[in-house]
């Protein structure tokens, strides 16, 4: 069964720094692409970030130059490292292997990013 289980997240001010980490049993992380979404309230979720199993990475435009996302696989882990952050950056962070997302199956419960101005 496949588990993802986000934490780091907070309370931070604008122009501030948190990283976010996914911890992921059941799935073969090594392998996966992985991804990190964010979800807004009143908002449909977005995909923020996405790393392959070779590494290669690509970003929404809106955390380009701030967001890096990047995957230790032997603790089966990714990680958002999240800098100069905006009050619109405000939202409950997912991640997920990029084939579960397209099918809407493997969501954890996330964890919240809150960025005061």
């Known amino acids: 069964q496949v588990q993802l289980v986000e934490s780091g997240g907070g309370l931070v001010q604008a122009g501030g720094s948190l990283r976010l980490s996914c911890v992921a049993s059941g799935i073969i992380v090594s392998i996966n692409t992985m991804t990190w979404y964010r979800q807004a309230p009143g908002k449909q979720r977005e995909l923020v970030a996405s790393?392959?199993?070779?590494?290669?990475?690509v970003y929404a435009d809106s955390v380009k130059g701030r967001f890096t996302i990047s995957r230790e696989n032997a603790k089966k882990t990714v990680y958002l490292q999240m800098n100069g952050l905006k009050p619109e950056d405000t939202a409950v962070y997912y991640c997920?292997?990029?084939?579960?997302?397209?099918?809407?199956?493997?969501w954890g419960q996330g964890t919240q990013v809150t960025v005061s101005s």
């Open positions: 790393i392959t199993s070779g590494g290669s990475t």
């Open positions: 997920n292997t990029r084939r579960l997302a397209a099918s809407n199956n493997g």
